[in-house]
């Protein structure tokens, strides 16, 4: 739980300086719990751990995938790492997210298996939820200083409030999706309760509190996929309820979702920046109408009268249609203006299966799209994500890795489904919007999946505990039913001798030496087994908080190196120690290789390439090494497979012509005149590539994000190559 709350409040857990603390903190407590639990398990059916009494672990048919499909994926991105791929820094990077998954799936396994093991994960789900709920909230309302926490931009296609909600995960639409989630799984828990007869007012209230305001702040992330994701969700529940259970599952949804569109658009009037006071008043006001329009619906359904349950109906459907049309009118221009957005998604995902193409079995690595999109895409839009968690697994691990995630996907909708139905649409609207957005990016989202799945699996423990509960209690008569017998009760059923002559039977000397000897190899052969998977595990776990306090430390030597004045020698010293803990960063590596004299550089930066074969910059850098060196030819290889790996960046171009240009002059100043025309021609040849390429954007009106053109500077140095390309070596400014 501590960790849940930690990917809560590190903004979800979507980069670097996020993920490293964690995984530091979540490795720590795994190892003291093996040294805990390995050690008090020994000759023992269970151990106390404080809060919780875990049973020993049986790999049960559901739970144990939690587990073993993270650490596939975790396999997949270490293959990667090992042998190459487009980012070795990457690739690591997803290696350690997986690791870290696969490290919270055991443990939230353990607690889903541990006596209470349901009472906690519901706690557990109740304090994320609402603690990403009122955060947002009262950040919206002025309470809570929440920096971040509300985007705000004046673009019609992204917010028609001009401002959307991101709360705590800086990201409206990962926000929203999360929200969504939580608000599915309050909606279902209200229906049950409303479901039954004679509700005190206290346990309805306990029930529909958390609804309105999470129905709120999923209206004011204003995400069209999460609304939509949400919807859909609901809808297949609502077709799944008995007859009987429908009507109730709308009572619990009416009044909280009126209320949150009157909440929503107050709010959105203000562009999400009311003062405190109204703010504040406005959501009391919300909240207890939503509360007290609940209990009056369902003491008009529950009160027999045929006039009350038509009231109660019409109620229902009311609220409904005011709810739609509130929010409809608040977003009705930027469902209008969204064209845009959807048409930009369409090219990503284009431009993104023809990238998946390449490498479609094994895929590209950790980061494929991040690293190869600037060289991709097919017009300068800015997408610095896939939009699609599906495309983004299948860049980086190709078909195997979507064989892994759907499988894992299938098999825990088929437990849910079975087991904890209640729970079906929240995790049916992590799948859907994780499909279409990059929610899958954010830990958050997969510890949320994995924390649903093992409440499942402590459902499913706690019925079966229930059903042989009758049976259980005739143990003390001599029957022993347990689910998961001991070892020696399985040796004892293996060791069973078939009914034979008795001439044919051993003595009982004999038979007690050959059960004595069976027993013996069988808990030898279980304490082996127990001693290897404590080495793997140590060893992973070892590891995994190695590598992970290395590249935590190297960040925080980087971000020392930045806040002292370039070339200083203590920040040259912090650069330096940042690269030898962590020299598969490329932006580090340029850093540093900025600082060192060009014989020390150049190494640096050819080795930082082999890590990251389509980083543009740093072949940017070797060309302008080469140009300082008079080797323009070879510069001229480096600034052509720079613009070619972002073409569409102006800066790049701008670069690579003026180092061209300063690489002829100085080869003709050492008295290489032939080589310094050639340099010319080359790049003369660069600067048409650039203005038939900026010709092409212009002509086509492509959707231009990155203000892509051609550039004044660029005519100008081109007119100075034309001239020391024809023999004339002055200069034009």
Same mark, same amino acid.
């Given at each position: 739980?501590?960790?849940?709350?930690?990917?809560?409040?590190?903004?979800?857990?979507?980069?670097? &300086?996020?993920?490293?603390? #964690?995984? !530091?903190?979540?490795?720590?407590?795994?190892?003291?719990?093996?040294?805990?639990?390995?050690? @008090?398990?020994?000759?023992?059916?269970?151990?106390?751990?404080?809060?919780? %009494?875990?049973? +020993?672990?049986?790999?049960?048919?559901?739970?144990? &995938?939690?587990v073993?499909?993270?650490?596939?994926?975790?396999?997949?991105?270490?293959?990667?790492?090992?042998? @190459? $791929?487009?980012?070795?820094?990457? /690739?690591?990077?997803?290696?350690l997210?997986?690791?870290?998954?696969?490290?919270?799936?055991?443990?939230?396994?353990?607690?889903?298996?541990?006596e209470?093991?349901?009472?906690?994960?519901?706690?557990?789900?109740q304090?994320?939820?609402?603690?990403?709920?009122?955060? @947002?909230?009262?950040?919206v309302?002025?309470?809570?200083?929440?920096?971040?926490?509300v985007?705000?931009?004046?673009?019609?296609?992204?917010?028609?409030?001009?401002?959307?909600?991101?709360?705590?995960? *800086?990201?409206?639409?990962?926000?929203?999706?999360?929200?969504?989630?939580?608000?599915?799984?309050?909606?279902?828990?209200?229906?049950?309760?409303?479901?039954?007869?004679? #509700?005190?007012?206290?346990?309805?209230?306990?029930?529909?509190?958390?609804?309105?305001?999470?129905q709120?702040? !999923?209206?004011?992330?204003? +995400?069209?996929?999460?609304?939509?994701?949400?919807?859909?969700?609901?809808?297949?529940?609502?077709?799944?309820?008995?007859? =009987?259970?429908?009507?109730?599952?709308?009572?619990?949804?009416?009044?909280?979702?009126?209320?949150? &569109?009157?909440?929503?658009?107050?709010?959105?009037?203000?562009?999400?920046?009311?003062?405190?006071?109204?703010?504040?008043?406005?959501?009391a006001?919300?909240?207890?109408?939503a509360?007290?329009?609940?209990?009056?619906?369902?003491?008009?359904?529950? $009160?027999?009268a045929?006039?009350?349950?038509?009231?109660?109906? &019409?109620?229902?459907? !009311?609220?409904?249609?005011?709810?739609?049309?509130?929010?409809?009118?608040?977003?009705?221009? %930027?469902?209008?203006? =969204?064209?845009?957005?959807?048409?930009?998604?369409?090219?990503?995902?284009?431009d993104?299966? *023809?990238?998946?193409?390449?490498?479609?079995?094994?895929?590209?690595?950790?980061?494929t799209?991040?690293?190869?999109?600037r060289?991709?895409q097919?017009?300068?839009? #800015?997408?610095?994500?896939v939009?699609?968690g599906?495309?983004d697994?299948?860049?980086?691990t190709?078909?195997?890795?979507?064989?892994?995630?759907?499988?894992?996907l299938?098999?825990t909708?088929?437990?849910?489904r079975?087991?904890?139905?209640?729970?079906l649409p929240?995790?049916?609207?992590?799948?859907?919007?994780?499909?279409?957005?990059?929610?899958?990016?954010?830990?958050?989202?997969?510890?949320?999946?994995?924390?649903l799945a093992?409440?499942a699996?402590?459902?499913?423990?706690?019925a079966?505990?229930?059903?042989?509960?009758?049976?259980?209690?005739? /143990?003390?008569?001599?029957?022993?039913?347990?689910?998961?017998?001991?070892?020696?009760?399985?040796?004892?059923?293996?060791?069973?001798?078939?009914? #034979?002559?008795?001439?044919?039977?051993p003595?009982? +000397?004999?038979?007690?030496?050959?059960?004595?000897?069976?027993?013996?190899?069988?808990?030898?052969?279980?304490?082996?087994? %127990?001693?290897?998977?404590?080495?793997?595990?140590?060893?992973?776990?070892?590891g995994?908080?190695?590598?992970?306090?290395?590249?935590?430390?190297?960040?925080?030597?980087?971000?020392?190196?930045?806040?002292?004045?370039?070339?200083?020698?203590?920040s040259?010293?912090?650069?330096?120690?940042?690269?030898?803990?962590?020299?598969?960063?490329p932006?580090?590596?340029?850093?540093l290789?900025?600082?060192?004299?060009?014989?020390?550089?150049?190494?640096?930066?050819?080795?930082? !390439?082999?890590?990251?074969?389509?980083d543009?910059d740093?072949?940017?850098?070797?060309?302008?090494?080469?140009?300082? +060196?008079?080797?323009?030819?070879?510069?001229?290889?480096?600034?052509?497979?720079?613009?070619?790996?972002?073409?569409?960046?102006?800066?790049?171009?701008?670069?690579s012509?003026?180092?061209?240009?300063?690489?002829?002059? %100085?080869?003709?100043s050492e008295g290489?005149?032939?080589?310094?025309?050639?340099?010319?021609?080359?790049?003369?040849?660069?600067l048409?590539?650039?203005?038939?390429?900026?010709?092409?954007?212009?002509?086509?009106?492509m959707?231009?994000?990155r203000?892509?053109?051609?550039?004044?500077?660029? /005519?100008?140095t081109?007119?100075?190559?034309?001239?020391?390309?024809?023999? /004339?070596? =002055?200069?034009?400014?």
């Amino acid at each position: 739980m501590a960790i849940l709350m930690a990917g809560c409040m590190r903004r979800g857990l979507f980069n670097s &300086a996020d993920l490293y603390p #964690v995984i !530091l903190m979540t490795g720590t407590i795994m190892m003291i719990f093996l040294v805990v639990y390995i050690g @008090g398990t020994l000759g023992k059916k269970h151990v106390d751990l404080g809060l919780v %009494r875990v049973k +020993s672990l049986h790999p049960e048919k559901w739970g144990y &995938a939690n587990v073993a499909f993270p650490v596939a994926m975790m396999l997949c991105y270490a293959i990667h790492g090992w042998t @190459g $791929s487009v980012s070795t820094q990457g /690739s690591i990077h997803e290696m350690l997210r997986w690791s870290l998954l696969a490290m919270f799936a055991l443990l939230v396994s353990l607690l889903a298996a541990s006596e209470g093991g349901v009472r906690w994960l519901a706690f557990g789900w109740q304090l994320a939820g609402g603690m990403l709920v009122l955060s @947002g909230i009262l950040a919206v309302c002025g309470v809570l200083p929440l920096p971040y926490g509300v985007m705000r931009i004046a673009d019609l296609e992204i917010s028609s409030a001009g401002a959307r909600l991101g709360g705590l995960l *800086q990201y409206p639409n990962a926000y929203g999706a999360i929200v969504g989630m939580y608000v599915l799984e309050r909606l279902t828990a209200a229906a049950a309760v409303l479901a039954g007869r004679a #509700v005190p007012a206290s346990r309805l209230f306990a029930a529909v509190l958390p609804l309105m305001p999470a129905q709120a702040a !999923l209206l004011l992330s204003e +995400s069209r996929g999460a609304w939509l994701a949400a919807g859909c969700a609901a809808a297949a529940v609502f077709a799944l309820q008995r007859r =009987g259970a429908r009507l109730p599952l709308l009572l619990a949804l009416a009044a909280p979702l009126a209320c949150a &569109a009157w909440l929503y658009r107050q709010l959105a009037a203000a562009q999400l920046a009311p003062a405190p006071g109204p703010g504040l008043l406005a959501l009391a006001g919300a909240w207890a109408a939503a509360l007290l329009g609940t209990l009056l619906l369902c003491r008009l359904w529950h $009160s027999g009268a045929r006039a009350g349950r038509a009231a109660a109906v &019409a109620a229902t459907v !009311l609220a409904g249609i005011a709810a739609a049309l509130m929010a409809a009118a608040s977003t009705a221009e %930027r469902f209008a203006a =969204g064209v845009g957005t959807g048409a930009s998604r369409l090219q990503i995902w284009r431009d993104a299966l *023809q990238l998946w193409s390449e490498a479609a079995w094994l895929g590209h690595g950790g980061e494929t799209w991040r690293n190869m999109l600037r060289a991709i895409q097919s017009s300068p839009y #800015v997408g610095g994500e896939v939009h699609s968690g599906l495309l983004d697994l299948a860049l980086d691990t190709g078909l195997i890795g979507i064989a892994l995630i759907a499988g894992w996907l299938l098999i825990t909708l088929h437990s849910i489904r079975r087991f904890a139905p209640r729970l079906l649409p929240t995790v049916l609207v992590f799948v859907l919007h994780g499909a279409v957005d990059f929610d899958w990016s954010y830990s958050l989202s997969w510890m949320l999946f994995i924390w649903l799945a093992a409440w499942a699996v402590a459902l499913r423990t706690e019925a079966e505990s229930a059903s042989t509960q009758p049976f259980t209690n005739r /143990s003390a008569a001599g029957a022993s039913l347990a689910p998961y017998p001991s070892i020696d009760s399985a040796y004892m059923v293996m060791t069973e001798a078939p009914t #034979v002559k008795p001439s044919s039977m051993p003595r009982p +000397s004999q038979r007690y030496a050959y059960h004595h000897t069976l027993r013996a190899i069988c808990s030898r052969l279980v304490q082996v087994k %127990r001693y290897i998977a404590t080495f793997l595990l140590a060893c992973w776990l070892g590891g995994t908080v190695c590598m992970t306090a290395r590249y935590a430390w190297a960040d925080m030597q980087y971000r020392y190196a930045l806040a002292e004045p370039i070339g200083t020698t203590t920040s040259v010293e912090h650069l330096k120690s940042a690269y030898r803990l962590n020299p598969t960063r490329p932006d580090l590596v340029i850093a540093l290789a900025r600082t060192l004299p060009q014989a020390e550089a150049k190494p640096i930066l050819l080795d930082g !390439l082999s890590r990251s074969p389509k980083d543009s910059d740093l072949y940017l850098q070797l060309g302008r090494l080469a140009s300082h +060196s008079g080797e323009g030819k070879q510069a001229g290889k480096y600034f052509i497979t720079a613009t070619a790996l972002n073409r569409y960046d102006v800066d790049t171009w701008r670069t690579s012509l003026y180092w061209m240009e300063h690489a002829a002059m %100085r080869e003709i100043s050492e008295g290489q005149i032939r080589e310094g025309r050639q340099t010319a021609v080359i790049g003369i040849q660069m600067l048409e590539c650039y203005r038939e390429l900026a010709t092409q954007v212009n002509s086509k009106r492509m959707r231009n994000d990155r203000r892509f053109l051609l550039h004044a500077s660029a /005519s100008s140095t081109g007119e100075n190559l034309h001239r020391i390309a024809m023999g /004339s070596f =002055g200069r034009v400014r």
